[in-house]
């Protein structure tokens, strides 16, 4: 599936241009912005930043034609189509998608490498929409990343920071870094507004990791996790969502209000007496990463760093096992649930892993048609495409996995 874009361009000065002529790329993503700047450098020779999506020819993503709003810093040669755009400032814009808004947060990492002994030889933007902004800049000493959040975010630094001796000890050295209570990127600076400067990562994004390396990633995690049941209130205090058993329920709700919850009425009706009987499995509350598919997986086959925790909340250890396994087979879920089961067992006496596995089941989607439902309240309409039908098919999974 391909994507064709149409960007409207902005002078240095944030004024409208007009529109340069239609041109396709490669990747159907619509925050995927790398290939949008390269082709435009390569076409017309200008350097752009994508500010944000304006509209685009279907409801939801990926592929088809999408207009962006860009700014340019040098005047193009190339002929401008005429376009009537609305530049009408909204509440809810994230400030890399204001103009000056990328070369804001550029000047900031750049900075934050010179006062490391970095000099920054190229920069390169990767992603632009509402949940976060990507750059990517090389150095004489590698590449760094630059990564920008929006507020429901912004506990990710403080998360890929928090310090391991503040953690519980469970004898299980950890790749990453050696300071850190998480297996996750180091953060080499963050603004407390939402920017952090994120050290390299090496090897590939896990996306169709088999059995062998999720269990491999299930076992790691649960280090991590292990680890942090004992500084759950610690990492609440710092900023971290508190999302601990009968907390979740009421948060579920309250994100979605105002939607259409009519496929898992009965399931948000019995979400307190579900949660009571999870604490009577007891399992500890701890950190949850709360996407943990391979795609958030980098490395290879013997080393893997855990990224993206950006969606990372304190609640019950099963919801990260049932998203590594959302996408395998029936009998290779089982096994997984079952190396996942022993080790609670055996780090937890006299717990019962997979009856709270089995009670959170349909909880697991639910969760994310809230997740979805709180991006959809906290970004602009224009926005809205990315996720605007991610609420209604959550729930309708949640429903299906509910039934009996």
């Not at 450098?41 to 509209?55: F, I, K, P, S, Y």
């Not at 340019?72 to 189509?81: N, Q």
């Not at 996306?207 to 390396?213: C, D, K, Q």
Request: net charge negative.
């Amino acid at each position: 599936m391909s994507r064709t874009v149409t960007l409207v361009l902005l002078d240095s000065a944030g004024r409208p241009l007009g529109a340069l002529p239609p041109f396709g790329v490669p990747e159907p993503w619509w925050q995927e912005a790398g290939s949008i700047v390269a082709a435009v450098r390569q076409r017309h020779g200008l350097e752009v930043a994508v500010l944000r999506l304006l509209d685009a020819d279907r409801p939801a993503p990926p592929g088809g034609h999408v207009r962006y709003l860009a700014q340019v810093v040098d005047a193009p040669a190339v002929p401008l189509e005429p376009v009537a755009v609305d530049l009408a400032p909204h509440p809810l814009r994230q400030p890399w998608a204001k103009a000056g808004g990328p070369a804001d947060s550029v000047a900031w990492a750049t900075g934050e490498l010179r006062r490391l002994g970095r000099r920054v030889t190229a920069v390169a933007q990767q992603r632009t929409w509402n949940l976060s902004a990507i750059w990517r800049l090389d150095t004489d000493q590698g590449p760094a990343w630059l990564k920008q959040l929006p507020p429901f975010s912004r506990h990710e630094p403080t998360v890929l920071a928090f310090p391991v001796d503040r953690g519980v000890g469970v004898g299980v050295d950890l790749p990453g870094h050696p300071n850190s209570l998480i297996n996750g990127p180091v953060v080499l600076a963050a603004d407390g507004e939402g920017r952090m400067l994120l050290a390299d990562v090496p090897g590939e994004d896990r996306y169709g990791a088999g059995e062998g390396e999720r269990a491999a990633v299930a076992a790691e995690h649960h280090a991590v996790q292990l680890r942090a049941c004992g500084v759950v209130g610690e990492l609440v205090a710092a900023g971290v969502p508190d999302l601990r058993g009968a907390r979740l329920a009421g948060w579920i709700r309250e994100r979605l209000a105002g939607h259409d919850v009519s496929a898992a009425a009965g399931l948000l009706d019995g979400l307190d007496h579900r949660f009571r009987q999870v604490g009577d499995c007891g399992l500890p509350d701890t950190l949850v990463h709360g996407d943990l598919h391979p795609g958030n997986v980098r490395g290879d086959d013997g080393r893997r760093t855990v990224i993206d925790w950006a969606d990372s909340f304190a609640g019950h250890p099963a919801f990260d096992i049932l998203r590594l396994i959302e996408d395998v087979d029936a009998d290779a879920a089982a096994r997984l649930i079952d190396a996942w089961a022993r080790r609670w067992r055996a780090d937890v006496p006299g717990s019962d892993p997979h009856r709270a596995v089995d009670l959170l089941r349909p909880v697991a989607p639910l969760r994310l048609a809230a997740v979805y439902a709180m991006f959809l309240a906290a970004i602009e309409p224009s926005e809205h495409p990315y996720h605007v039908h991610d609420v209604p098919a959550a729930l309708a999974r949640a429903a299906a996995v509910a039934r009996p």
